[in-house]
């Protein structure tokens, strides 16, 4: 009876560690093979605060390594977007999720007040993941790396008509954490 009892615990013992040899070489597998996909294929998104004398908003920023795909979305306090600038392969666009807006910004786009949007921005590269709180500290004491990888957001405005309120520049600067961000703005108005 002693020897059967000894058996049986034997094969238990080594049912037990054939199991967990087994459950490890699968866990092992599925990191390794969420590790590949990681680096392959992923996308980022976040937000940072725009604090002007004029007001506050934010903007949020979204990264896609598939199509390279750039976007800003620039919404208010409430939650409501404002609009969009969308930076596809070179081209640049504007949205608006209202109608008039939206043909305001074509308007400004195509008299020429967005001409030199992203100028001196080299093309947009990628990245590692998880890069949120990684930044670069420039010659000028600006910041780069936002989510996504050499970065500097600089907006260049030409001659302005009356009533339009458009930010001149746009500056990174860190915060006082250091995942937080904040954008100086210099705006001009004319009434």
């Not at 059967?4 to 238990?12: K, S």
């Not at 390594?65 to 392969?89: A, H, P, Q, T, Y």
């Not at 967005?114 to 947009?124: M, Q, S, T």
């Not at 009533?163 to 250091?178: C, D, E, H, M």
């Amino acid at each position: 009876m002693r020897k059967y009892r000894v058996f049986l615990l034997y094969i238990l013992l080594s049912l037990n560690q054939a199991c967990s040899m087994n459950l490890f070489e699968t866990e092992s597998s599925s990191i390794k093979q969420y590790k590949d996909i990681e680096m392959n294929s992923w996308s980022a998104s976040g937000f940072i605060e725009i604090y002007t004398p004029q007001d506050k908003i934010a903007i949020r920023i979204n990264a896609n390594k598939e199509n390279k795909l750039f976007r800003l979305d620039f919404v208010n306090l409430l939650g409501r977007n404002i609009f969009s600038v969308i930076n596809e392969n070179g081209e640049l666009s504007f949205l608006s999720s209202e109608k008039e807006t939206n043909k305001r910004i074509k308007d400004y786009f195509k008299k020429g007040y967005y001409r030199e949007l992203f100028v001196n921005v080299p093309d947009i590269i990628l990245g590692k993941p998880n890069n949120v709180s990684s930044f670069e500290l420039n010659k000028d004491k600006t910041y780069k790396r936002v989510l996504i990888k050499d970065i500097d957001i600089i907006y260049i405005s030409y001659k302005s008509s009356r009533g339009i309120k458009l930010p001149t520049k746009i500056k990174i600067v860190q915060g006082k954490k250091i995942n937080k961000l904040i954008i100086n703005i210099d705006r001009w108005k004319i009434n």
